[in-house]
């Protein structure tokens, strides 16, 4: 219907445009544009006003009239300076070019209006510019300036390079046309006369070369400002060469620029000009195009000269061979900035001495620790996760996210799952409209285990399940499971409609449910039903029969798709979080602000801190990592977005309001955030450090943390991240969390932490934590541990557990039995003043698709222990074993093993057939005594195997 529609729109704009043309009617042409323009507009509107009620519907209409007018009337103002400055820079074009006369026009107002439209954000930010206390070091700007200022003139800039340069292209393109006796009229190249055009004034030819040049004056201005990112020494920023040779070149070359220009506008300079090139005498047009090349050419070598040459031969002849010396202040300039940048200013730097013991009095007086410990890997976990909780085919479980809540006034770390719907997964018979729109709409209910709690069996114990969810305590009960808005939900949903809604899977049965929120946008009017059947399933959705004025259409309910439509100048993280805080289940996803125009600082790069951590391997397996910072030079967490799962309201809390750039949108939108004081206390203490967030700082602070220029110049002390042995292969320990009691902390906290081990080491030289408890949130710690003792790093606790016979060889045994050993996270878990290892091993059968936690490894030291549960691991660190001793069972040497047996059973019952065929009896029995034998200890043998798998 809509297709139909606007094709006969189309076609009747097009019918109504060709008559006029062919009947010369000008009224015929306005119409048929004015119907072809309405047609645009009509369908236009219709999304702009889908939009519009999407934010209405949110309570952020006023967010959304602000960006709206601000981009309209940006783009507007920006089209009629464009079409009026390239009108007066080619007003002194011939009358005789009447076929592509307004074509340079109508070119400025398309790069104005569409600047206009991507750049209003830019101006924004400008106009509501708050000022900061930090000056760079070399001009004595402020930060404002860079962060706010800079970006607006650098895009006016590069807008006026188009529109002049569009003038300047429009202008010498008639000039040459006129150089050789030619004009365009109708379409067609013909001869005009050289003699009249010989009179001919170049006001516009000249007029637009010398804005162009003021225009690369300005731009070389500008230039100076951001030699504050240029990457030509030692650093990122302004080096030794920069501050005493480009500056200067910059502004001599500024001062030859502009002079060039004023050459070709005032005539008697112009003249001598040109008497010097010896093109006075020549036909007018060939003489300015001369001169303008000329100019050009003056240009180009000078910039070459004075931009590029010089300053490369001080800096080889005079920086390089003295350049420690001379770049010491210049890398302090950017160790200080850097640090600011990535809030790396605000790290407590600590000594971790490492001298404390650990004893079975350590234990006790860390019960609450221990009993947190995350024994449970996130990928082992989903696995689990799938096999026994997504019930059904059509639900899914996007992640596993780590968390903390009070259980029986019990503070417990917790591994969490959203059971989300995944309309993919039906078979594609039942993937149709209704189905997909009105009836499948949500996902239900979450998973919760404990971190360190495993069944028997070796499967996690589960504090939340089933369906309909049934919740270990009091403080987990469910009363609002379902999941309308996640990581998953990519489709559109109508609810509220005369089709009730698959709620959840109840045996044979199913249960409906009817929605009963506010989430969404109501279906109130037929117009608004129009609206979106265009948007949507276009006739299927405006026909159906199924909504009604009470129903109300959700999209855009996608977790981070959601919040950036919402907050669009925020970079969000890759993984929300799903928390239950008084029965409703909410999001928490964190939100970046972020700037590539700090001062003198070092951007962060994937791509580097990769090859800074192993040169030699491919740095594609550290891509996925924080991605999409990469490049930034500045970053503050400064926003956490909450988003309810059931009604899809957002709420923006303001975590880090000292930053500069989000007191600038807080200026701008106001009614999009709240202060954090604001946000309720029991979603507060679910807040978390953002591991993407540690990862860029940790990365940054490898390099940062040497503050001394000399010993950063060197590099003598560069840091990287500690490596594991996990799923099969080697890789840098991401950070994770833990529970942990920080120095003169009243009891355990919530944090996140990432080990560091020095470049081309495997013993670990410090680690840095991020505090998550409300009360200490955003305190950003590090420990050092003391250069002269060797602490072991996580690759080095693999090493032993490798060299270990017991182990190894009982490990090997598992890996070839038909099952597959998953060595989980290696976590380094800091104990009072020491430091406990701990891995979890998981089993998985071939024919299984879930593993069983088997083995729990812990180590102190150079202490090793195990045990099929962690109170066991850590009881081995106290007790003497014997050389022998192991928790596995013995393995003869001697025995026969399986396949023999098997080879044995088969001989003895050939043995026995062929003796009752040949009616030898005695024999007969003897090979029957041999098979029960071999039978029987091939029943112990797989007893004992099960057994051990089990364990």
Not at 162 to 177: M, V
Request: charged fraction near 20%; hydrophobic fraction near 45%; glycine fraction near 6%.
């Amino acid at each position: 219907m809509y297709n139909v529609l606007a094709l006969l729109l189309v076609v009747s704009a097009l019918a109504t445009f060709s008559i006029g043309v062919s009947r010369r009617d000008p009224i015929r042409i306005g119409l048929g544009i004015l119907l072809g323009l309405a047609t645009g507009l009509f369908f236009a509107l219709m999304n702009f006003w889908s939009e519009m009620l999407w934010f209405e519907a949110l309570g952020y209409g006023e967010r959304f009239w602000t960006f709206f007018v601000t981009r309209i009337a940006l783009g507007a103002s920006a089209a009629a300076f464009g079409c009026l400055s390239v009108h007066l820079l080619t007003r002194g074009l011939t009358k005789a070019i009447t076929q592509t006369r307004y074509w340079p026009e109508a070119l400025g107002t398309l790069c104005g209006g569409f600047w206009g439209l991507a750049h209003w954000d830019t101006l924004l930010q400008f106009l509501h510019a708050v000022p900061t206390s930090i000056q760079d070091p070399i001009f004595g700007k402020s930060t404002e300036f860079y962060l706010f200022a800079l970006p607006l003139y650098d895009a006016l800039y590069n807008l006026l390079v188009l529109l002049i340069g569009a003038a300047l292209l429009a202008n010498i393109a008639a000039a040459a046309l006129r150089a050789r006796g030619l004009t365009s009229r109708d379409n067609e190249i013909v001869l005009i006369d050289i003699e009249a055009v010989s009179k001919h004034r170049h006001s516009s030819l000249y007029a637009s070369a010398a804005a162009l040049f003021f225009l690369f004056a300005w731009g070389k201005y500008l230039a100076r400002y951001h030699l504050m990112y240029a990457a030509t020494g030692v650093v990122n920023g302004p080096g030794w060469t920069d501050v005493n040779v480009r500056i200067p070149a910059y502004a001599l070359i500024v001062i030859l620029t502009a002079a060039l220009g004023i050459l070709l506008v005032v005539p008697p300079l112009r003249r001598r000009w040109q008497r010097l090139l010896r093109s006075e005498d020549r036909i007018p047009d060939i003489s300015a195009l001369t001169a303008l090349g000329g100019a050009a050419g003056v240009l180009i070598f000078l910039w070459a000269i004075v931009l590029t040459l010089v300053p490369g031969l001080f800096q080889w002849l005079y920086v390089e061979p003295n350049e420690i010396t001379l770049e010491r202040p210049y890398i302090r300039h950017n160790i200080e900035f850097t640090r600011h940048a990535f809030n790396l200013h605000r790290v407590e730097e600590r000594e971790f001495p490492v001298t404390g013991s650990f004893t079975s009095e350590t234990v006790q007086q860390n019960r609450e620790m221990f009993a947190n410990v995350r024994l449970w890997d996130w990928r082992a976990l989903s696995a689990v996760n799938q096999q026994f909780q997504e019930i059904r085919l059509y639900y899914k479980f996007a992640d596993v996210d780590v968390d903390r809540y009070t259980i029986d006034g019990v503070n417990r770390q917790v591994m969490v799952s959203a059971r989300e719907l995944d309309l993919g997964n039906l078979p594609p018979r039942s993937q149709t409209f209704v189905n997909n729109q009105f009836k499948y709409t949500h996902g239900y209910g979450i998973v919760m285990s404990d971190v360190s709690e495993f069944t028997p069996e070796g499967l996690p114990n589960l504090l939340i399940k089933d369906l309909p969810t049934r919740s270990a305590a009091p403080e987990l009960a469910l009363e609002r499971p379902q999941i309308y808005y996640g990581e998953l939900t990519n489709s559109y949903a109508v609810t509220n409609s005369s089709e009730m809604e698959f709620d959840y899977p109840s045996g044979d049965e199913n249960a409906y449910i009817h929605y009963s929120g506010k989430g969404g946008v109501e279906l109130s009017s037929l117009w608004r039903r129009f609206v979106f059947g265009w948007r949507f399933d276009g006739t299927r959705f405006f026909m159906s029969n199924y909504p009604h004025p009470e129903s109300r259409v959700m999209f855009n309910r996608q977790i981070r798709r959601r919040v950036e439509n919402v907050a669009p100048f925020l970079h969000f993280d890759e993984d929300p979080y799903i928390t239950l805080v008084d029965g409703r289940l909410y999001w928490i996803i964190d939100g970046y602000t972020t700037s590539r125009y700090y001062p003198y600082s070092q951007p962060f790069s994937v791509r580097g801190s990769a090859m800074n951590e192993d040169p030699g391997r491919s740095f594609r397996p550290f891509i996925s990592a924080a991605s999409y910072l990469d490049g930034v030079n500045y970053l503050r967490n400064s926003v956490k977005a909450v988003v309810d799962a059931f009604d899809g309201t957002v709420e923006l809390y303001v975590f880090d309001a000292e930053d500069p750039v989000i007191q600038v949108w807080r200026s701008i939108v106001p009614e999009l955030f709240a202060e954090k004081e604001e946000m309720p206390r029991q979603l507060l203490e679910h807040v978390r450090y953002p591991a993407d967030l540690l990862l860029v700082q940790g990365l940054m602070y490898a390099k940062y943390h040497m503050t001394n220029p000399e010993v950063f110049y060197n590099q003598e002390d560069l840091w990287v991240r500690a490596t594991e042995n996990y799923y099969g292969r080697v890789q840098p320990v991401k950070p994770y969390y833990i529970m942990w009691e920080p120095p003169g902390a009243a009891g355990l906290e919530f944090v996140l932490m990432m080990p560091f081990t020095p470049k081309r080491k495997q013993v670990l030289i410090g680690w840095m934590a991020g505090l998550c408890d409300p009360d200490n949130y955003g305190r950003f710690l590090v420990y050092k541990f003391p250069k002269e003792k060797r602490v072991l790093g996580p690759q080095q606790v693999e090493t032993k557990i490798d060299q270990d016979p017991f182990l190894s060889g009982q490990l090997t045994l598992w890996d070839q039995r038909g099952s597959n050993v998953i060595r989980g996270n290696v976590l380094a878990i800091p104990v009072e003043e020491t430091l406990l290892y701990v891995e979890p091993i998981y089993l998985r059968a071939e024919t299984a698709a879930y593993p069983e936690l088997r083995l729990v490894i812990v180590m102190h030291e150079d202490h090793l222990s195990y045990g099929k549960s962690f109170s066991e691991a850590l009881e081995g660190l106290f007790t003497k074993r014997a050389e022998t001793e192991s928790i596995f069972s013995p393995v003869d040497p001697d025995a026969p093993s399986f396949n023999d047996l098997i080879l044995q059973a088969n001989q003895a019952f050939e043995s026995y057939l062929d003796g009752l065929a040949e009616r030898r009896f005695d024999a007969s029995s003897d090979a029957l005594e041999e098979l029960q034998d071999a039978l029987h200890q091939l029943s112990e043998q797989a007893a004992d195997e099960t057994e051990s798998t089990r364990e």
